[in-house]
Every structure is written in structure tokens, then in C-alpha cells.
T-cell receptor
């Protein structure tokens, strides 16, 4: 069974304190890995897609990387507006069709 | 405005009642999805559709019905609501079943 595990569940950072969020996965036939940001009371907002090990994507203070077993979302010098829940999802081949599995997210709080 | 909308945003209903959640997108995306989000479970796929008149079950389809007669609309019906269906429901759309774009959600409470 496909599994996506995110850690830590919650993270509290001081403004400017860089850190990384982890998404480890166990799937067969990975087609892509996605990162989303979700603010309270809103739908997830797409951030990145990574397709193969070694790939990296950047957007402002965020950088996503992918290995064969996990992905990291690096946050450099975070600001309070980066506070949100970050979700990871994988798209994989499952029984002849493509299936998306989401992790339960990391809740990030950035303190001024 | 272009995008994906859901209605209603909040709904309270009684056990046993039928309720329909609406989803509308203006991008002409082929794929549309319904998820529920519950604490401790993350987002779980209920149903998805690859095109008009093509739908398929996701991870948790029991108790739900979908239809897609037009590309832009993808309603989700709870035929006989149960308390376990209290949740936040998200609709999403995608051009190629890769990155998905989510609506604002519908918070459903079944009493």
C-alpha cells in the first residue's frame, strides 16, 4: 500500500531561522511528487511538482528536493507569512491506474 | 473570475438527508476530483473524473455519488448523510492529473 509520511507534524521557527520539512514515501511506480501550502480555512495551493530523483525546484524562500525515498522542503529565512500547513502528495501507478496519496502535513508557525 | 468554486461553503444537515455539494471550474480542465479532509487522515480521494461522463471511485467512495454531464461541473451527492460524513470537502481540477488546483472547500456538519 502506498504511504506518505510527513515530519515533523508541527514546527515552530523564529523569523529568519531556516529549516527543512520532510516527506518520505513508499510507492511503486512514482510518477510525481507535489508540494502544497494550505492556509487555515482554505484549499491547498499548489507549490511544486518534482518528477525524478535529483530534481530541485525553487520559489522565493522555498526549495523542494527529491530523492528516491523522500523529498525535502527547505525554507530559508522564513517570514511570518510563511506560516501554514505544508502538504506533500505522490502520484503513482497503482493497479493499472494513477493514484494520488497525500500526507497529513506539517504545520509551520513562524514567530516574528 | 476564472478559477474553481464550491457551494455551499458551509452546510448543516440531518442524518438521513440527501445533500449535494457543487463544484464549478472555468479552466476547462479535463480532470476533476473530490476529497474529504479529516484530522489525522489528511486528504482522501472520494471520486474523480477524467472527462465529462467518465467517473471513477477513489479511496473512500461509499455513501457518495457523483456525476459529470458538463466539463465544468462536478457535483457530489451524499445520498443519505451519516455523522461519519461530517468533514471538509474539497473539489480540485487538473489539466493532466498532475498538479491539482483546489477550491475553497465546503464544511459539512451532519447532526
Amino acid at each position: 500500500e502506498d504511504q506518505v509520511t510527513q515530519s515533523p507534524e508541527a514546527l515552530r521557527l523564529q523569523e529568519g531561522e531556516s529549516s527543512s520539512l520532510n516527506c518520505s514515501y513508499t510507492v511503486s511506480g512514482l510518477r510525481g511528487l507535489f508540494w502544497y501550502r494550505q492556509d487555515p480555512g482554505k484549499g491547498p495551493e499548489f507549490l511544486f511538482t518534482l518528477y525524478s530523483a535529483g530534481e530541485e525546484k525553487e520559489k522565493e524562500r522555498l526549495k523542494a528536493t527529491l530523492t528516491k525515498k523522500e523529498s525535502f522542503l527547505h525554507i530559508t529565512a522564513p517570514k511570518p507569512e510563511d506560516s501554514a500547513t505544508y502538504l506533500c502528495a505522490v502520484l503513482a501507478n497503482s493497479g493499472g491506474y494513477q493514484k494520488v496519496t497525500f500526507g497529513t502535513g506539517t504545520k509551520l508557525q513562524v514567530i516574528p | 473570475d476564472a478559477g474553481i468554486t464550491q457551494s455551499p461553503r458551509y452546510k448543516i444537515t440531518e442524518t438521513g438527508r440527501q445533500v449535494t455539494l457543487m463544484c464549478h471550474q472555468t479552466w476547462s480542465h479535463s480532470y476533476m476530483f473530490w476529497y474529504r479532509q479529516d484530522l489525522g487522515h489528511g486528504l482522501r480521494l472520494i471520486y474523480y473524473s477524467a472527462a465529462a461522463d467518465i467517473t471513477d471511485k477513489g479511496e473512500v467512495p461509499d455513501g457518495y455519488v457523483v456525476s459529470r454531464s458538463k466539463t465544468e461541473n462536478f457535483p457530489l451527492t451524499l445520498e443519505s448523510a451519516t455523522r461519519s460524513q461530517t468533514s471538509v470537502y474539497f473539489c480540485a481540477s487538473s489539466a493532466l492529473a498532475y498538479e491539482q488546483y483546489f477550491g475553497p472547500g465546503t464544511r459539512l456538519t451532519v447532526t
